[in-house]
Each structure stands twice: as C-alpha cells, then as structure tokens.
C-alpha cells in the first residue's frame, strides 16, 4: 500500500497538481488585493461610501451596548444577524477577476498549443498516402 501511495505521489501530474494549487492560492491573494485595495475603493467612491466592504442590513435589532452601532465587526462579532452584502458583492467582484484572468491565461495557453501541433503537422503526403501510392503502383 505504501509502495502505490508513492507511485500515486511522484507522478507528474500530481506535482503539476500541488504546484498550481501553491500558485493559485498565491495569485488568489494578488486577486484579493487588487479587489480590496485597488477596485473597491473606486466603487466605494463613486458610490459615495467609505468602505464598502462594511455595508450591511441588520435583520434584528442589535444589544443594548451596540444600539446605533455601525460597526460591521462589533455587530457580526456580537452575533447580530445581517446581511453583509457589501463584503458579499466585494467577494463576488474578487471572483470574477479570478475567473476572467484563469480564462485569459487558458486562452493564451491554448492558442500556443495550437500553433504548436500546426508546426508539428507535416506539410506534405503522410506516411500512410505515400504508402497507399506506392501499393497502387505495385498493383499496376
């Protein structure tokens, strides 16, 4: 069993696996902050908002200490049911920015492939036209 794990572990596919998942989560923090620190703060100023990532809508009226309280933290943290959808939006836009450079890169990577077997593909009669010729010939 040992032995089948570490054939499992060292094929290449696997290593191809662990290195995108290292580089993904990597390049999902650039995403994040170019989302947070960058894109958000535009929105939040056309919008005429501060900080967008804090806006919510309070479902129940929150504790005695935090009545009036706009601070998005101190009410999730005393368990003040809400809707945070700025955070909610701020996370959809960090996703579509994800996905829309994954498409690119995927894109790039394909149009390379293809122009890579187009240089492979041989120009003149395969192997099996100029054999079919040659029987042909034979038979005449």
């Not at 580089?23 to 929105?43: C, H, K, Q």
């Not at 579509?96 to 390379?112: Q, S, T």
Request: glycine letters at 6%; aromatic letters at 10%.
């Amino acid at each position: 069993m040992f032995a089948e794990f570490k054939e499992f572990i060292l094929k290449g596919n696997v290593l191809d696996l662990a290195v995108a998942v290292i580089i993904g989560a990597a390049f999902a923090t650039i995403t994040t902050s170019l989302t947070e620190d960058v894109i958000m703060p535009i929105v939040s100023a056309v919008l005429g908002t501060p900080d967008f990532s804090k806006m919510f809508i309070l479902l129940a009226t929150p504790p005695a200490e935090l009545a009036g309280s706009t601070d998005y933290a101190a009410l999730k943290e005393a368990g003040v049911p809400m809707l945070g959808w700025g955070q909610f939006l701020t996370v959809v836009i960090n996703f579509i920015i994800l996905a829309f450079i994954i498409f690119i890169i995927v894109r790039y990577a394909n149009k390379i492939m293809a122009k890579k077997e187009e240089e492979e593909t041989p120009s003149g009669p395969t192997e099996i036209d100029l054999l079919t010729e040659i029987r042909d010939n034979l038979k005449k």
